[in-house]
């Protein structure tokens, strides 16, 4: 699988320990920072990860900041993206099963390392369910063109 991975640095560290372990896990990682923990701003990076996603040049997105919180926000200002923030391994399954979230937004200064690659295993592994859950995403999707339509 392609993960495009991106974190401001408040994440970063937790950002170095995960793709270490998914290219270990046989995955070809995209890292678009950043690259250390200097202060730099979330948006941009999450943005980017969003799109690799959208324009199918990655399969899923890992976003991390400090709680994970403006970085999903961040990411699902992309059209067609849909970011979680998972704090545990039920979010996560239920992110990937019932919404068919594409991007994961963790919070490095509130997971311990193996307890986020808990969560992105089971957002990786688990496939979205459909059938009663499509509907509302044909409506979330519905709602994304709306607004674009607007602008």
């Known amino acids: ?22 290219r270990d896990h046989g995955h070809d990682v995209v890292d678009l920072g950043t690259d250390s923990e200097d202060p730099v701003d979330y948006p941009p990076l ?30 699902n200002k992309v059209h067609g993206v849909r ?22 937004s963790l919070g490095g200064r509130i997971l311990a390392d193996a307890f986020a690659l808990a969560i992105v295993d089971v957002f990786l592994t688990t496939a979205f369910e459909g059938g009663r859950h499509q509907p509302r995403l ?12 607007g602008s």
Request: net charge negative.
């Open 1 to 22: 699988m392609r993960i495009a991975v991106a974190a401001d640095h408040a994440g970063f560290r937790l950002k170095t320990v995960i793709a270490a372990a998914l």
């Open 46 to 75: 999450c943005a980017a990860a969003g799109r690799m996603v959208v324009q199918g040049h990655a399969d899923r997105a890992l976003v991390l900041g400090g709680s994970g919180q403006g970085e999903a926000i961040a990411a």
């Open 83 to 104: 970011a979680a923030l998972c704090l545990d391994e039920y979010t996560a399954r239920l992110a990937r099963q019932h919404n068919d979230a594409n991007v994961l």
């Open 138 to 149: 044909d409506q979330i999707a519905a709602i994304e063109r709306e607004e674009c339509a």
